[in-house]
């Protein structure tokens, strides 16, 4: 009889045991698919952080494209401005010139100096000594 108690014991034991590791078993299944759950969650806004991040450089990609183009044909209207401007200057001193009976004089103007003056300047600089600091003698085109 002690032997059947002492088995007896054991089987106790054992089916303790039993329930104990099968209950350890489903915490561990459970704890294992909350946190497969978790994971697959994490993926999920991962791709969606990834997708957000690709559409947000496209459409950055986008504006620096556009900023470009903008900034390229501001910089081809500006130049075409200042040829015209340029063209404008050319011809307005030339008239000035022609109708001020302006001639160049050899030697001037490489030092940013007048490079032309009219021969009533050219006579009245002789008188006063000089020309002005602006380079005109101090007389206008009006005054030839």
């Known amino acids: 009889?002690?032997?059947?108690?002492?088995?007896a014991a054991l089987r106790r034991r054992l089916d303790a045991l039993e329930r104990e590791a099968g209950e350890s078993g489903r915490r561990r299944s459970e704890e294992n698919l909350g946190t497969r759950e978790r994971a697959e969650q994490s993926d999920a806004a991962l791709a969606e952080v990834r997708?957000?991040?690709?559409?947000?450089?496209?459409?950055?990609?986008?504006?620096?494209?556009?900023?470009?183009?903008?900034?390229?044909?501001?910089?081809?209207?500006?130049g075409q401005r200042l040829d015209e401007l340029a063209q404008r200057h050319d011809a307005l001193v030339g008239e000035l010139r022609h109708s001020a009976g302006l001639r160049l004089l050899p030697g001037r103007g490489a030092d940013?100096?007048?490079?032309?003056?009219?021969?009533?300047?050219?006579?009245m600089a002789a008188e006063t000594g000089g020309e002005s600091s602006d380079g005109t003698f101090g007389l206008s085109a009006e005054d030839c």
């Open 1 to 7: 009889e002690a032997m059947h108690s002492a088995l």
């Open 112 to 123: 940013g100096s007048a490079d032309a003056v009219p021969p009533r300047q050219r006579a």
């Open 51 to 78: 997708l957000e991040l690709r559409r947000a450089m496209r459409r950055e990609s986008q504006h620096v494209a556009a900023l470009d183009e903008q900034l390229w044909l501001t910089d081809q209207r500006l």
